[in-house]
């Protein structure tokens, strides 16, 4: 997506060789337009998918969910990053993140990912993949389909996006970013 990688080209830093900053418009601060743009750019990518539901998890993958499910007129549901007591029916799976060195447990109600779902994952960033893999893992225990994972951006040089799409995923990225050397932003 042009208008995306111009932005993130103009906004965004490189920091330590394998951090994008982007919080001006992605992570702190939002742009409501360029969300929009996003989501468009999805959505363009996923007519002919009978998705009916789109997932995401907090906190920054639920902007550009919601704008898609606009977009598209579907219900979004985001993963917690915790395990609420108060909540019962609760699938729950524990994910590594590598960028954060930390374990942390992920939990959403089956009451809103059943076996009658086909969802599209949608999340700001794809690195690793371990948070994709939190959701295969929520997904395949609710019975539910994964149609397609959209990520704004992929960091392609960190593995995740490859690895999954090896195992036959659909993994749409809006910008791929093969580089962050010198703090040079290079793109696929
Ligand atoms: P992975 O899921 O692809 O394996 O990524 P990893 O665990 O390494 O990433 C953990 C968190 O760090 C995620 O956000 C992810 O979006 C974020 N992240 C990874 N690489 C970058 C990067 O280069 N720049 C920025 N800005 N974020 C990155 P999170 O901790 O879940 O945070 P949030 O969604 O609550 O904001």
Redesign the pocket.
């Known amino acids: 997506m042009e208008k995306l990688k111009q932005r993130i080209l103009e906004d965004g830093k490189a ?1 330590s060789g ?6 001006s418009f ?2 702190h601060q939002l742009d409501p337009n360029l969300m929009m743009d996003i989501a468009r750019a999805f959505a363009k990518q996923l007519v002919n998918k009978p998705i009916n539901k789109i997932v995401t ?5 639920i902007a550009p969910a919601v704008m898609l499910g606009y977009v598209m007129q579907l219900p979004v549901v985001f993963v917690k ?1 915790k395990f609420p007591k108060t909540m019962e029916n609760m699938l729950v799976r524990e ?6 060195d930390r374990v942390y447990t992920v939990s959403i109600s089956h009451d809103f990912l059943t076996e009658d779902d086909h969802i599209v994952f949608i ?12 959701i295969i893992d929520l997904c395949a225990q609710s019975g539910s389909t994964i149609e397609a994972m959209g990520f704004v ?1 992929e ?1 392609g040089f ?1 593995g ?1 996006g490859d690895a999954l799409r090896a195992e036959g995923y659909e993994v749409i990225s809006l910008a791929i970013v093969d580089s ?1 050397e010198n703090n040079e932003i290079k793109f696929r």
Request: net charge neutral; proline share 0%.
């Open positions: 920091l394998d951090i994008l900053k982007v919080d992605l992570n998890i907090e906190a920054s993958g990053k994910v590594y993140s590598f960028t954060k999340d700001d960033f794809l690195a690793y993949g371990n948070a994709a893999r939190g951006i960091k960190q995740g962050l």
